[in-house]
Nanobody, 120 residues
């Protein structure tokens, strides 16, 4: 059973950097075939895939967010981290980490999600 758990501050001020960590248990983030992803859902809107890191450490980002997004990992802790810079209230959302299968793009495992509010 793969478990993912998001952690990080629930409130971020505008123009600051949002930073969230996903801790994975029951599976290694260095396993081939998976995109360890960050996905968010703003209030009243659909899910938005933001980016991912794969077993090799390569990263992939949604083009519209690429300039503000950075995903990194700590393999010794089996964690991967999201940083989103220059946040605005439009970045307010529930943020999820998930394991997405590379061949089917099926997100089989998700964290419970964490609410992040951007407000002064």
């Amino acid at each position: 059973q793969v478990l993912l758990q998001e952690s990080g501050p629930g409130l971020v001020k505008p123009s600051q950097t949002l930073s969230l960590t996903c801790t994975v248990s029951g599976g290694s983030i260095t396993t081939n075939s998976y995109f360890w992803s960050w996905i968010r859902q703003p209030p009243g809107k659909g899910l938005e895939w933001m980016g991912a890191i794969i077993y090799s450490g390569n990263t992939y980002y949604k083009p519209s967010l690429k300039s503000r997004t950075s995903i990194s990992r700590d393999t010794s802790k089996n964690q991967f981290t999201l940083q989103l810079s220059s946040v605005t209230p439009e970045d307010t959302a529930v943020y999820y980490c998930a394991r997405v299968e590379g061949t089917t793009w099926y997100a089989g495992y998700w964290g419970q999600g964490t609410q992040v509010t951007v407000s002064s």
